[in-house]
């Protein structure tokens, strides 16, 4: 048996993918601060079928305090600075890592389309968590018809 985390709603990741151009690289290579390189290849980080244009992350500037977005549809492009979505996973306290206001699915309800295997289990931190009551159906109920 595979376990599979079914229990909530999860969208596939969108496969689109482009080339930031040598324009793009240019002018965010040159913002300060930069957490990791400029990205030159990027994957849409939208959920699959969603509207409007393409996604991804360029680069997050200034120690991560500005984040620059490419915005692309076939020939369209625009780079966008924006904050993160202000989205949140209540039960397992995951922050969306799309832009604010974006379209579809929070990246954490996204699968991601490379299952990564290299990732240690999560601490499991605190076991306070307060047991909910379900409601559960009277075992063995069965309804007399008259
Ligand atoms: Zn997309
Ligand atoms: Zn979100």
Redesign the pocket.
């Known amino acids: 048996m595979i376990e599979e985390h079914v229990g909530r709603s999860e969208s596939t990741r969108c496969p689109a993918t482009t080339e930031v151009m040598m324009t793009e690289y240019k002018m965010l290579g040159a913002l300060p601060d930069p957490v990791d390189p400029v990205r030159l290849d990027l994957t849409c980080e939208l959920a699959i079928g969603h509207e409007g244009r393409h996604v991804g992350l360029v680069v997050a500037a200034y120690a991560g305090n500005q984040l620059w977005w490419l915005h692309w549809a076939g020939q369209h492009r625009d780079m966008v600075q924006s904050e993160l ?1 202000d ?1 949140r996973d209540p039960d397992e306290h995951d922050d ?1 890592l ?1 832009p604010y206001r ?1 379209r579809g699915a ?2 954490f309800e996204i699968r991601p389309v490379h299952e990564p295997s290299d990732i240690a289990a999560p601490p499991q931190s605190g076991a306070d968590r307060a047991s909910a009551h379900w409601p559960v159906a009277p075992r063995g109920y069965q309804r007399e018809a008259g």
């Open positions: 979505c989205g969306c799309l974006h929070h990246s």
